[in-house]
């Protein structure tokens, strides 16, 4: 973990951030959340950027904001969003990360814009950042993210997506699978492992399931639960688990996929984010997951190009 010394020169002035969002003006405002407000900005030196200002009153503190700036200025990954620098000045504690024009993933599920194969790459690149942080940032540690859902999944003006927001991320030694055991779990209702929720243990799997419902998320075109209540009723992965036992499953698929999308692409996708689901012990790893997310967008691929050239006979 980064100490201050190490991270002094990722300091931005508060001065220049607030030239570069007209003075925090609510025109700049990109976001709000849990955190605080992320406004838009501009400077001549660090060009577009997204910032984050934390409110203390909503839940966003010190450690918060120590963690963020510890890890993602140490680890680097094409699939995880970038740190520019952070202000601490006058009592405000502000994040700077590169601005990703095309917003955050959950705001693009039920888009017809967006395609079966484009939907699969962008899967493929947060479980590819999630894999990383799993089992390649170093040989001794991993990086747990804690709150993994579609919100906090960003994407670039190219679509690639970016795993964001690590305030709650833990790093642990790679040897033992019950990392932590966490007295008042921390997550996101409906993406939160319901295993961590009971037991208080967090690991590898607690990222897992809640990746596995991001993949539903996609597939389905809909957010993992569509009231704001802890009711479980409302949440997504009943509705699948329903679903997937009955075999029903395309009856829930977002309407706009269900022409594009091959079969064999369908079951490999459909099945590993079931899997995802299951107990704790039954889950893959994020290097599984991969694995079976670049199976399924092989098959779409190959099942497009051979209908593109069937129309060409």
């Given at each position: 973990m980064s100490s201050v010394e190490e991270v002094k020169h990722l300091h931005i002035p508060l001065q220049e951030l607030s030239d570069a969002t007209n003075g925090f003006s609510d025109q700049n405002i990109i976001a709000r959340g849990g955190f605080g407000k992320v406004y838009r900005g501009v400077s001549v030196k660090h060009g577009h950027m997204a910032i984050k200002m934390l409110d203390p009153q909503l839940g966003q503190g010190v450690h918060?904001?120590?963690?963020?700036?510890?890890?993602?200025?140490?680890?680097?990954?094409?699939?995880?969003?970038?740190?520019?620098?952070?202000?601490?000045?006058?009592?405000?504690?502000?994040?700077?990360?590169?601005?990703?024009?095309?917003?955050?993933?959950?705001?693009?599920?039920?888009?017809?814009?967006?395609?079966?194969?484009?939907?699969?790459?962008?899967?493929?690149?947060?479980?590819?950042?999630?894999?990383?942080?799993?089992?390649?940032?170093?040989?001794?540690?991993?990086?747990?993210?804690?709150?993994?859902?579609?919100?906090?999944?960003?994407?670039?003006?190219?679509?690639?997506?970016?795993?964001?927001?690590?305030?709650?991320?833990?790093?642990?030694?790679?040897?033992?699978?019950s990392t932590f055991l966490i007295s008042n779990p921390c997550g996101t209702y409906g993406y939160i492992d319901p295993e961590y929720t009971t037991t208080g243990y967090l690991t590898q799997k607690s990222d897992v399931y809640s990746f596995g419902v991001v993949l539903f998320e996609v597939l389905c075109g809909r957010?993992?639960?569509?009231?704001?209540?802890?009711?479980?009723?409302?949440?997504?992965?009943?509705?699948?688990?329903?679903?997937?036992?009955?075999?029903?499953?395309?009856e829930i698929i977002y309407s706009d996929l269900q022409r594009q999308i091959n079969k064999a692409s369908l079951v490999t996708f459909s099945r590993?984010?079931?899997?995802?689901?299951?107990?704790?012990?039954?889950?893959?790893?994020?290097?599984?997951v991969v694995e079976q997310l670049q199976k399924a967008l092989d098959n779409q691929i190959v099942s497009c190009c051979i209908k593109a050239f069937n129309n060409q006979l």
């Open positions: 918060e904001f120590k963690t963020e700036i510890a890890l993602l200025s140490v680890y680097k990954h094409e699939n995880i969003v970038s740190l520019l620098g952070f202000c601490d000045e006058e009592g405000q504690k502000i994040l700077v990360y590169n601005y990703e024009s095309n917003g955050s993933l959950d705001k693009h599920l039920s888009s017809t814009d967006l395609t079966w194969i484009q939907r699969l790459q962008i899967c493929l690149d947060a479980a590819n950042g999630l894999q990383y942080l799993h089992h390649d940032v170093e040989p001794q540690s991993r990086i747990l993210h804690r709150d993994v859902k579609s919100s906090n999944i960003l994407l670039d003006e190219n679509w690639k997506a970016k795993i964001s927001d690590f305030g709650l991320s833990r790093i642990g030694p790679a040897n033992i699978e957010l993992a639960r569509v009231m704001a209540y802890k009711d479980e009723r409302q949440f997504l992965t009943n509705l699948i688990t329903i679903h997937w036992k009955n075999n029903t499953l395309d590993i984010a079931y899997q995802c689901l299951k107990s704790g012990n039954e889950r893959p790893t994020m290097k599984k």
